[in-house]
């Protein structure tokens, strides 16, 4: 495989249901970040983690926890989500200078559709 | 703080007409500067990128897009549209640090 895989691409799931988002990838990169791709909104930073420490994380609420094992897997934890989180979340990689250095190119994976109903 | 502002939401051309997809940003530090293009289902990918030197910078499918420091600008063009680059395209700017600022985003029809 190559490139940046994301597991499951389509998803559908209650308002109390706990499901986890899987992205895996296989370009060496140190870096990895989750966005979400809501219809008519500008892409939202998620999370990042560089060297597996988490950086940054954008005021997203608790409902949303990531979880980063090793540099080439990086998971998002979902549960009580709220219909307003049905979007596309996709999960992206680079290589970093240094831990806080410009992170460059970007490579995505192809997404994860989520609904929450 | 650093922004992005793409002009036009949806933009229409016909097939081997000029593609235009404007972006102008706002940076407190000289920025890198990307374009990214999204297929239906199917995440963004790199179309080119200006980090420093030649302003004016080619990409992939024909695509270029020239830095004007002076106008904060980054627009995208390809001399000749084609019905496969139909899809939605994405400035960005990534002053320092991790955080990858994305413009709305702009959707490109091509009419045969």
């Known amino acids: 495989e190559t490139g940046v895989t994301q597991t499951p691409r389509h998803l559908v799931m209650g308002m109390t249901n706990k499901k986890s988002l899987k992205c895996e990838q296989h370009?060496?990169?140190?870096?990895m970040y989750w966005y979400k791709q809501s219809a008519k909104k500008p892409l939202e930073l998620m999370f990042v983690y560089s060297l597996e420490e988490r950086v940054e994380n954008n005021s997203v609420p608790s409902r949303f926890s990531p979880e980063c094992p090793n540099s080439s897997h990086l998971f998002l934890h979902l549960h009580t989500l709220q219909p307003e989180d049905s979007a596309l979340y996709l999960c992206?990689?680079?290589?970093?200078?240094?831990?806080?250095?410009?992170?460059?190119?970007?490579?995505f994976g192809e997404g994860s559709r989520l609904t929450v109903l | 703080a650093q922004s992005v502002t793409q002009l036009g939401s949806h933009v229409s051309v016909s097939e081997g007409a000029l593609v235009l997809l404007r972006c102008n940003y706002s940076s407190s530090v000289p920025p890198y500067l990307f374009w990214y293009v999204q297929y239906p289902n199917q995440g963004l990918q790199l179309l080119l990128k200006y980090t420093t030197g030649a302003t004016l910078v080619k990409g992939i499918n024909g695509f270029e897009a020239e830095f004007k420091k002076s106008e904060t600008s980054f627009h995208l063009t390809k001399p000749s549209a084609h019905m496969s680059d139909a899809a939605e395209y994405f400035c960005?700017?990534?002053?320092?640090?991790?955080?990858?600022?994305f413009g709305a985003g702009t959707r490109l029809f091509v009419k045969a």
């Open positions: 960005a700017v990534a002053p320092r640090g991790f955080k990858t600022i």
């Open positions: 370009l060496g990169h140190n870096a």
């Open positions: 992206a990689s680079s290589q970093a200078e240094t831990r806080q250095g410009l992170a460059g190119e970007l490579f």
